[in-house]
């Protein structure tokens, strides 16, 4: 109960009251002395012996919520049931519901949505499955599919745990894009149960997004989904993070006068998101990448069991530099850190090139605070929000699928991803653009039309779009 309560806030206390033993006065008194402010009470339920009361109460002080339970616990005849914040509350039930387009409001329109007549519908799509496409809800629905495995922040907490964060998701893709989406969160970490469990699920809907799933596993769920379904298939925690690093770093190169094949860049942390960063730079034009991570800076000249950092010591590094963080900082013109918080020092930065851009990405702590740097950084960004430029996959992932379900693509590919990354980039103008405001708001109006008219257009130009006009 303790990891409910958070000082600063209000918090809701429902109290069950032995009227016989106790009177409300006391739980106020106890409430009182612990630096509590109540500010509502609602009845619950009364009888003859006992009181059940929620109580709205304003707690600011530090510990003030730990010595508010004990003082409530400690008074004789009154039982404290239950604790929740607004947080809390917001979730009593889950965040997402589903409605019917149509009401049914008689017989008549009962036969249509079901039996009898919804059996023509059913024909009509055996003699030709792409209708589903058209007739059911598959042309707006996203699986929003994990496994508890490596949730932001918190890590391998299961399928019941990360529930929450995936109807968060859910909500993000309905109220940005339109697009309706779903939880799905399998109580399996096996890489195989998981690729035939949304196998299984695929005939309804439209696209999957893969989320929170560790490494490496993450990487031969994606590439099997992606070659065995005919829907796109988009895992956001590499993908997403990489379209939103790249439009944060078209606008930081052209900030600081720099371009991306002649920019030296540094990828901290070569997991799922760094690699899917890499291979989009790559295709963006970079020439000049050194990946660094535990084993230090990835070079050629070594052999790694980790067949992911194989293919990125392949990839990178041409200039076969060898050491740690340290050597691979030294003059080069961009950071980018998707690893852990604290291991960039302000002497590295230091000895990076004039201007240096730092995207220190790690959540909830960046590899390094801005305030420990702005003065010599071109530009910086963090995943967090209560800095300046904030890479969130918010500005990606909505508007990608909104896009690629407009138009009926059959994968989300590369060259839609840049299309999508260059259309967040675009919405900053010329006269907007500052080292402060690199990035949109995730809130921008812009964001999502922009990155579905310009997916739109890269699926139709790469050949993976079936939409037909007459639909």
Known sequence: M???LTDGKTIILRLEIDTAMAQFGKAATA???AKGDIVAIDVIHTDKNKSIRDLTVKITEQGASERLSNALRSVPGIRLLHISDRTFLLHLGGKITIQPKTPIQNRDDLSRVYTPDVARVCQAIQEEPSKAHTLTIKRNTVAVVSDGSAVLGLG?????AAMPVMEGKAMLFKQFADVDAFPICLDTQDTEEV???VKHLAPAFGG?????ISAPRCFEIEQRLRAELDIPVFHDDQHGTAVV????LLNALKLTGRTLSEARIVVCGIGAAGTACTKMLLAGGARHIVGVDRAGILTADETYDNQNWQWYASNTNPERLKGGLREAVQGADVFIGVSAGGLLTREHVASMAPEPIVF?????EPEIRPELVEDIVGVFATGRSDYPNQINNVLCFPGIFRGALDSRASEINEEMKLAAAEAIASVISEDELN???IIPSVFNAKVVEEVRRRVMDAAKRSGVSRRQMRE
């Open 2 to 4: 303790k990891s409910q």
């Open 31 to 33: 409430i009182e002395q």
């Open 156 to 160: 391998n907490i299961g399928p019941y």
């Open 195 to 197: 690729i035939a469990a």
């Open 208 to 212: 999957i997004n893969l989320e929170d």
């Open 245 to 248: 690093l790249y439009a944060g």
């Open 360 to 364: 220190a990405m790690a959540n909830p």
């Open 435 to 437: 080292r402060m405001y």
